[in-house]
Nanobody, 134 residues
Framework: QVQLAESGGGSVPAGGSLRLSCKVSGDIFERNCIGWYHQAPGQEREGVANILTGWGAGNTYYADSVKGRFTISQDIAKHTVHLRMNSLKPEDTGMYYC?????????????????????????WGQGTQVNVSA
């Protein structure tokens, strides 16, 4: 059974750092695209970063709003994707979800992977809350 489980959220002051983790259970990690979405209060979900997972992969993509501040990475042995968030801003507040589609969509990993509608993602985690105070 495939499951995505996020952890690592919390409350920090502006300028602080957090590291989110997305543990992937089930046979979808290798050669797939795993991404992070941010949902601010009252807003729609927006793509933040994604990574092509597995050995010899690791290609990454970042939304303009987080470039230079966030880093997405993978721990292949643990089937986990991390999102290191530095220089956090109040506008980074909200729920963070990791998501995945079936492997057939791995070739779109990058900006176009985030063009899918929410219902087109096969798997979502339950989310983890991030609060950044001014």
């Amino acid at each position: 059974q495939v499951q995505l489980a996020e952890s690592g959220g919390g409350s920090v002051p502006a300028g602080g750092s957090l590291r989110l983790s997305c543990k992937v259970s089930g046979d979808i990690f290798e050669r797939n695209c795993i991404g992070w979405y941010h949902q601010a209060p009252g807003q729609e979900r927006e793509g933040v970063a994604n990574i092509l997972t597995g050995w010899g992969a690791g290609n990454t993509y970042y939304a303009d709003s987080v470039k230079g501040r966030f880093t997405i990475s993978q721990d292949i042995a643990k089937h986990t994707v991390h999102l290191r968030m530095n220089s956090l801003k109040p506008e980074d507040t909200g729920m963070y979800y990791c998501a995945a589609r079936s492997r057939g969509w791995a070739g779109t990993c990058g900006a176009s992977w985030f063009a899918a509608q929410e219902y087109e993602y096969n798997y979502w985690g339950q989310g983890t809350q991030v609060n950044v105070s001014a």
